[in-house]
């Protein structure tokens, strides 16, 4: 599979700001990465640091720089060939993303997780199979939350989202997520590009840990799982926001993606185990 | 320096758990820790496998374990001696510590830190010294938060704490970090044995990335820093618990910690940094 | 039906404070009561003022003194005979008990409502009989909401007792007023003496607009409704506690409440319209 | 003083829905209000009916009907004459005001609200000036809550305007009369028609019980006090929105508000106590 993606930022820096972005397709054996990423204040270029997550287990890279006025310009293209093999699971992930996080607030939404969806899994010794447990949360967040384009806050967690009854992408996977560990079962969030998006953006979906690997789920529906491609992985939107400042004042003035795949559109497979690839 | 820890806690579990433990002693460079770990069920031992996390920049032991019914004794001691190095500071520690999470809910404090405690780091491109941000917000959070036995939920973030105005260690704690990452300065928990604490139990103290080094605070300063010994460091108490539980259903019904230091309790240099050694 | 109730407060006032009481039985057409209000401070007696609720529409009665330190205490005791006739429904009745309160976030509580037992009165213009409704949200909050002593604060609203799932007998109030609510259907809370309750003590139900009728419903099913007697009444448990001071500094001592029938205890009839007499 | 205020809705109302209006002036000795209400739904003329407050705390109108599919217009219009004597102070305003309400979550921003801008009102005995601690919150709440068109949601509380540093006048209403509850000093909400108002909307204000008099305040500044026309008066927004539906669908289409004063606008006397006339 080939597949191209590529995003676009502008925005005005109207005071020195520290800037993160996450914004690169993530490394992955079996994945092909030929990719620019070019940083431009005022037209000059600026070089980014690249910082890489230690633990192999959350594969993301994050691109820093201060920068100070001017107009800030940010592109990534990438052509990406081949398909990524599946991320090896780690000792501590099935510890670490079971564990609350800022917006998968698990531990408030523990007991009605249990009422509505449970027991999940192990509750009398074996439990559930965390297929089954992921397949009825997915469900469930695809009945309960309408995809409402405007309707969260950047501050809104899984509670939120739950009460609203309505959301974005990130919304419904910080649900996904949040109840899936209240049940037991680790969960993780991931940004992509997702081609086939309509209107195309950056994408959150969820991974799963089902066994010994992360099946990819995505309760919007919004575009076929095979297609998509890694940038951040994370406990939540925390980890995998596409643009972070510290200090300073920044204004984003535009934003673009674009992410396609040669040839057909693949089909998502509604009901078997996908993985991000 | 000579140090002796200890905790011991005992539990009912009434149908099989997936427990995680938290309660042995870091490693690291310079420690000399003769330790044991024992866990029995019914008086008859289990083993727990021990797992590490992969990244340098948070040093933590996880002891994990699936326990059936039965009556559960854990018992860990420890002999100290030495004093750590200062851990390592990666790349990524200054990016992801500045992050919100679960219980260091600093996007939702950031407007109102700013106000009150701000503008912190680099707000107009140089900014503030990290450690007078840091100094200004213990003191803050000193005044601010009573310490009271019993106060607070497990579930309580950074902002309850401030609006409640009462907490007991781990409050004090993520305050503290949630305010600091508002302001644009690193933080994280770090779960102690607490030499000279007064009643003994766990405690939660916070380290601040103040130039190359984690810096050790403790707004509610109900014991002497230098004679702290880290047991798990994370981003707020979701990484730091002593116990976790999945599944099952266990009861505690006791638990001791001790913490005492070979002759003097040494004193807390209240005006200088302080690392955790 | 004779009944038989008192309750007694003691306090240690530390510094001057204004006091709110509301214990005394709410006046009704058919009730007749014989009442004596004591309130003393280091055994002096003091006056407190009675104020009425000029609106008819929610019968309580507040008895408010200001008190200065010493050792106050308050007992209250009536004898309490027939039945009270049913309270007027006025015209803003259904219209003030539909609006979300403090603890009765209806609005917050809305899309999940609906969604988990919804369509509620008039979705599509003719709408569920309210009767309906009220029996299947008090059947839902009775499943959901496990009756757990100290399981609350008193800034808890019906949205944290949705998600806890536990609470005592105001959170049961609260959710069951504030699902209604949000469904439609006008309802508040009503603070009662409550013969047969065990352990006895001041409890909160739920009163519900059906037809031209306040009908009386119980999610805790711990007393009997035909034999409760009304204290105050309002749209949460902030306008009916039994005990509000602002300034100064008030420790409870002691509490104790006592409601009886003379005569066998009535039983609930479980499946019928009750009202409260 | 001569005034003339307008407002006009129009909405296509998709299913049967129950309406409430709150667009009226409210009645008061010494205003003469030449009014006129025009419903009409696809041009045919509605009768809505009125509900008055029983209580003359509260002096609010309500107008409430039932209204079938079609495109709904609400058109108000008023020529105001004199100035309104000032609301009666009942019995029981000092003590319902001073209760936590939807909005105005006094009691989750008490230990704040003490810590930041305390002691309040009789603290220890006597106390302070109600209307120094009035000034003193409008004063913290003009610097610390921007006003920012769109920044807020309909379910924000006051302790979320506070966390978040921004809102619209509804907010400000609500910090003010959240934190001065708070304190001890009895507030409410008003909603008003404003002459001089950029851009021209709905306003919301706060009314402070200072002695025997409720005084008027309005953080935003935004427009003159002595100009302002009462609408609606109650705990907080739930009690003074101008239009709320229950059932079917409605979708606002536009709405209108106008309020202008004959001959020079008033100025606001920013040092003086000013009452709503």
Redesign the interface.
Known sequence: MQRTVSSSLTADVL????L?LQVAVARADGLDVDERLEVTLDGAPLQPTE???????TPSR?H?LRC?PGRLEVRYDARVTGRAAPTPV???DA??F?????YG?S???A??A??QLGP??????E?EDPAVVRDRVVAFVR??IAYVSGSS???DSA?DS?????GVCRDHAHLVVALLRAL?VPARLVSVYAPGLAPMDFHAVTEVLVGERWTLVDSTGLAPRPAMVRIATGRDA??TAFL?T???ELRLTGMTVLAVVDGDLPVDPTSDDVYLG
Do not use: C, F, K
């Open positions: 005071s020195p700001v520290d993160e910082l890489d997550d230690p633990g192999p287990s994050v820093v100070g780690t000792g501590l510890t670490v079971r564990r609350p996080s800022r607030d531990d408030r939404l007991a009605l249990v009422a999940g899994v192990r509750e009398d010794g439990g009945e309960r806050r950047g501050t509670v739950l009460l609203m009854g309505a037991g925390a980890d972070t510290y200090g300073g």
